[in-house]
């Protein structure tokens, strides 16, 4: 089993639709938790921590659930540019070790 | 300029011969990673590394090897290139598991 698990995709959704991906994770030792946004050839930057508590950055929200071991995005009233590829790494403090999922694509249209 | 500098950032190069990718970064971090990207499959982590005396393997490091030579600087090298290592190679820096990506390198084998 890989130590992270996305759905590919892609998410092909209308303007202004809610949408939700999880990344599911088999190690757990694992510490911090992350999304991250990749534009088409271009290199991923940061989207947002996730918190244990959750947490809200605009229209993204992020979600840890640690019994069940995945962490979850939701993107409220998409907009065209929210079209990527998202990825959640799994980050472990004492190895340093950063792997990284597959990605979800999202896809969304006018 | 950039926090993580990759070069070059476009290589064609013939099977059998040995390339070397560059990374350098201004961010003062210790760790640092070497990436590949291709279609369908993420990112693959390749070595990684703690600092200058610390290197690790990564999922998919045969055919790879990696020097560090100071804090700033992390080098992977192909010593004898093949067809199959054709890709999107990303070096990221990263501290408490929050990562900076070059631009990355579009390597082809032919």
């Known amino acids: 089993r890989k130590e992270v698990e996305q759905d590919p995709g892609p998410f092909n959704v209308p303007e202004g639709a809610t949408v939700a991906f999880n990344c599911t994770y088999s190690n757990s030792a694992s510490q911090s938790f992350f999304w991250y946004r990749q534009d088409c050839r271009k290199e991923p930057k940061l989207l947002m921590s996730?918190?244990?508590s959750g947490n809200e950055d605009g229209r993204f929200t992020a979600q840890l659930n640690r019994a069940s071991q995945y962490i979850s995005l939701l993107i409220r009233d998409s907009k065209l540019s929210d079209s990527a590829t998202y990825l959640c790494?799994?980050?472990?403090?004492?190895?340093?070790?950063?792997?990284f999922g597959q990605g979800t694509t999202l896809q969304v249209k006018p | 300029d950039a926090d993580v500098t990759q070069t070059p950032r476009n290589r064609i190069t013939k099977t059998g011969k040995r390339i070397m990718l560059e990374c350098s970064q201004t961010k003062g971090h210790d760790r640092m990673y070497w990436y590949r990207q291709d279609p369908g499959l993420g990112l693959r982590l390749i070595y990684y590394?703690?600092?200058?005396?610390?290197?690790n393997k990564g999922e998919i490091s045969d055919g790879y090897s990696v020097s560090r030579q100071a804090q700033a600087k992390f080098s992977l090298s192909l010593e004898s290139a093949i067809p199959n290592q054709t890709a999107l190679y990303f070096c990221?820096?990263?501290?408490?598991?929050?990562?900076?990506f070059g631009q990355g390198t579009r390597l082809t084998v032919v």
């Open positions: 790494p799994l980050f472990s403090g004492n190895t340093g070790k950063l792997i």
């Open positions: 990221a820096t990263s501290e408490g598991g929050v990562a900076f």
């Open positions: 590394s703690f600092d200058v005396k610390d290197i």
């Open positions: 996730v918190y244990s």
